[in-house]
Nanobody, 124 residues
Framework: VQLQASGGGLVQPGDSLRLSCAPS????????MAWFRQAPGKEREFVAA?????YYADSVKGRFTISRDNAKNTVYLQMNSLQPADTAVYYC?????????????????????RGQGTLVTVSS
């Protein structure tokens, strides 16, 4: 199973981007899918998850939206009002389960499948 994120690029502050992640070789229609990111020199952090509910990091709430198209087996991250602090490599993660513990959604190590990232650079 491969998870490959795409859609990253160089944008200016205030711009929008939509990231996509389409797993190959496996369907996650009944499991959780999520996005994490890692900025240069920083630890990986949770961004958003779509499981029993939708969860967002406080830093992106109101600006980012996670969605999925089960027919296409794809998860998206719509990012609006991008800021330089959003600059990072964005990764998607997935698991066949729906986590029963809310805090698990925020922990990348809980996800069995974690994929390659796509770089998002926000700069003027």
């Amino acid at each position: 199973v491969q998870l490959q994120a795409s859609g990253g690029g160089l944008v200016q502050p205030g711009d929008s981007l939509r990231l996509s992640c389409a797993p190959s070789g496996h369907t996650f229609s009944r499991g959780v899918m999520a996005w994490f990111r890692q900025a240069p020199g920083k630890e990986r952090e949770f961004v958003a998850a779509d499981g029993r509910g939708k969860y967002y990091a406080d830093s992106v709430k109101g600006r980012f939206t996670i969605s999925r198209d089960n027919a296409k087996n794809t998860v998206y991250l719509q990012m609006n009002s991008l800021q330089p602090a959003d600059t990072a490599v964005y990764y998607c993660a997935a698991d066949d389960r729906m986590f029963s513990v809310r805090s698990y959604y925020f922990q990348a190590d809980r996800y069995y499948y974690r994929g390659q990232g796509t770089l998002v650079t926000v700069s003027s």
